[in-house]
Structure formats: C-alpha cells, structure tokens
C-alpha cells in the first residue's frame, strides 16, 4: 500500500465549476500537507500548505485536512481553463532529520473546458 | 522571491556520455535541496537529500555511483548522471528548502527534461 493515495483522474469539468481533488494517506506521521500545482514540462508550484485540522481559504482555493480520518481535499471554486494542470498532494512528517521530505501522491489531471 | 533556476532545461545526450544538471536558488539560502525523477504521467519519486557541504542521503534504488550530487554552496546543487542511458531519460526536477523544523517550505526548480539516444 503506497503512504500517499490520490486519484490521478483524468478529471474533466466545465469552466465555472467546482473541482474537488483528495487524497488519502497511512502515515500518522505526516503532519504537514501541501497542495501543489503542475503544468506541463514545468516544476510544481505550491499552491496551499497547511498543518491544522480544518478548511484553510486562499481566493478560490480552500485546503482541508482531516486528520483523524487521514484525509485532505483541496477545492476549487469558480474554475477557469488556466486551472488545468496536474493537482499534487504532498505531506511531510513534523520532525527528525527528514522533516523536509515530501511524500507526493501520483497526481490528478484536471481540466476545465470553457 | 523564492525561486529556483535549473540549467539546462532541456538535454539531450548519447548513451555512455556523462550530464551535468545545475540547481540554484536565485533570491534565499537553501538548508537542504532535494532531485525528484518524474516519468511522463507519474508523479515525482524522491531521489537523494543533500545539505551544503555534506554527502548526500540517496533514497532506496538510487545508484549513488550513477547520480552524483554535489552541494557546492547554500545555493548550488549539481546532479551528474554518468554513463547515461536510454533508461535515464527521464524530467528531473530540484527543490530547494529553506526555513525551521516548525516552518519549512519547499521550491522547486522547473525541472530538466533528459533524452538519451
């Protein structure tokens, strides 16, 4: 079983609408939870980092994370076509000397058609 | 601010030759930068650890022999595939962190695509 489970999609869905990405994790370690976007043939950008338990808002994205079932979502209101890109979740465990370490799910392809 | 430069973007090299693959942080100091290996649809696998002027932590089925890592600096890391194979061909992509324990976050470079003949 990998630690890290994402659905890789493809997911396709109208401008306008809302897109909901999750992922799901074994490893009670992971503390730390990040949403990554990637286009294609370029690096990955941090979309949302968050550490709590609960919803984190920034624009038309919102983080959750649900510790307790070890699950994260991330969601996107109001998408446009320039949301299409690959989603990544990834998760880092809070200490010892690999605390930068990502684990990254496999990642879901998103795209939103006009 | 926090960006991160890679060079070459794009390689493409004959099999048996040797490629260099630089990672910089333009704007802060990185602790630690870190090589992902990326396969067309799959997602970033993880291949060595390095902190400036140390050797770095190879993940499990990294030949550490073929990917040698230098950390010259706080904002160069350099990755040399030697003796590349068709095999190798592969997106590689850095990152560069910078921060505490409690407060680290990660940047990553935009990768380099590697084609093997």
């Known amino acids: 079983q990998k630690e890290v489970e994402q659905d890789p999609g493809p997911l396709s869905v109208p401008e306008g609408a809302i897109v909901s990405l999750n992922c799901t994790y074994s490893?009670?370690?992971?503390?730390?939870f990040m949403w990554y976007r990637q286009y294609s043939r370029k690096g990955p950008e941090l979309l949302m980092y968050?550490?709590?338990?609960g919803n984190k808002e920034d624009g038309r994205f919102t983080a959750q994370v649900d510790k307790s079932s070890k699950y994260i979502s991330l969601f996107i209101r109001d998408s446009q076509p320039s949301d299409s890109a690959t989603y990544l979740c990834?998760?880092?465990?809070?200490?010892?000397?690999?605390?930068?370490?990502?684990?990254f799910g496999q990642g879901t392809i998103l795209t939103v058609h006009p | 601010g926090a960006v991160v430069s890679q060079h070459p973007s794009w390689v493409i090299c004959k099999s048996g030759t040797s490629v260099k693959i630089e990672c910089r942080s333009l704007?802060?100091?990185?602790?630690?930068m870190f090589w992902y290996r990326q396969f067309p649809k799959q997602s970033l696998m993880l291949m060595a650890t390095?902190?400036?002027?140390?050797?770095?932590?190879?993940e499990q089925g990294v030949e550490k022999d073929k990917f040698l890592i230098n950390h010259a600096s706080l904002t160069l890391s350099t990755l040399t595939v030697t003796s590349a194979h068709p095999e190798d061909s592969s997106f590689y992509i850095c990152?560069?962190?910078?921060?505490?324990?409690?407060?680290?976050?990660?940047?990553f470079g935009p990768g380099t695509r590697l084609t093997v003949t």
């Open positions: 390095s902190n400036e002027g140390s050797k770095a932590t190879y």
């Open positions: 968050t550490y709590s338990s």
């Open positions: 704007d802060f100091q990185a602790t630690t």
């Open positions: 490893n009670s370690a992971f503390q730390y």
């Open positions: 990834a998760m880092k465990n809070a200490g010892g000397t690999s605390y930068g370490k990502l684990t």
């Open positions: 990152s560069a962190g910078t921060g505490t324990r409690f407060s680290y976050e990660q940047y």
